[in-house]
């Protein structure tokens, strides 16, 4: 079992819907990463979260420390947000490498 | 500061020939990472530096590999004698440690190695 796990998997919406991702974790963390890679490779950082609730523009992140899981909320999503989104943690045990999820692929179509 | 500097973006080798990457980070951060990405896959941790310092490697990163960042500002990553199994994305970042300080990662662009 992997110690960082998103769903879904891959996502498909419509402009204009209402979208989250899910991170779910197994280990003490001193932070969550939430972030972003379109086709090319380049990843952007979106938010770093050790509790509560983050919010810039359209994307909201929230975190639940006890049970250990995180949302990725995107509102009015559009087709430029199509990308990869990355769940990542900083393990209270190594310092602030990061660990990855598998990341959700998110298409939204015009 | 225009951000983590990697280069080159691309390149292409033949099996058996060494290949040199560099990265240039944020010129504030301490920490500086090198991850892999294959495709499909999320990245995974190669090594690190705080300064100078190599402070960890993966057990990912075999003898062939070998990464420096003599003056604490760019590093350099090294893999000799490659092979098919090392093409992929190599990403580098940098960070400030503690994480309380800065707003976590930034990452470049990556180079795409692919091992012919």
């Known amino acids: 079992k992997n110690e960082v796990e998103q769903s879904p998997q891959n996502l498909t919406a419509q402009e204009g819907e209402f979208i989250t991702i899910n991170c779910s974790y197994s280990v003490g963390i001193s932070a969550l990463h939430w972030l972003q890679q379109h086709p090319g490779g380049g990843i952007v950082s979106l938010f770093m979260l050790s509790s509560g609730k983050k919010k810039h523009g359209r994307l909201i992140a929230t975190i639940n420390i006890q049970e250990k899981h995180s949302s990725l909320h995107i509102t009015a999503s559009h087709p430029r947000d199509s990308a990869v989104y990355i769940c990542?943690?900083?393990?209270?045990?190594?310092?602030?490498?990061?660990?990855f999820g598998e990341g959700t692929q998110l298409t939204v179509n015009p | 500061d225009t951000g983590v500097s990697q280069n080159p973006r691309h390149k292409i080798t033949k099996r058996g020939q060494n290949v040199t990457f560099r990265c240039d980070p944020i010129?504030?951060?301490?920490?500086l990472y090198w991850y892999r990405q294959t495709l499909g896959q999320g990245p995974e941790f190669l090594t690190y530096?705080?300064?100078?310092?190599?402070?960890?490697k993966s057990r990912l990163l075999s003898d062939r590999f070998s990464a420096e960042r003599p003056k604490g500002s760019f590093s350099t990553l090294e893999i000799q004698r490659t092979e098919q199994g090392d093409s992929a994305m190599y990403l580098c970042?940098?960070?400030?440690?503690?994480?309380?300080?800065?707003?976590?990662?930034?990452f470049g662009s990556g180079t795409r190695l692919t091992v012919v």
């Open positions: 970042a940098s960070s400030f440690f503690p994480e309380t300080r800065g707003n976590g990662y930034t």
């Open positions: 990542a943690v900083s393990r209270e045990t190594s310092g602030s490498r990061l660990t």
């Open positions: 010129s504030e951060h301490n920490r």
């Open positions: 530096f705080q300064n100078e310092a190599q402070l960890e």
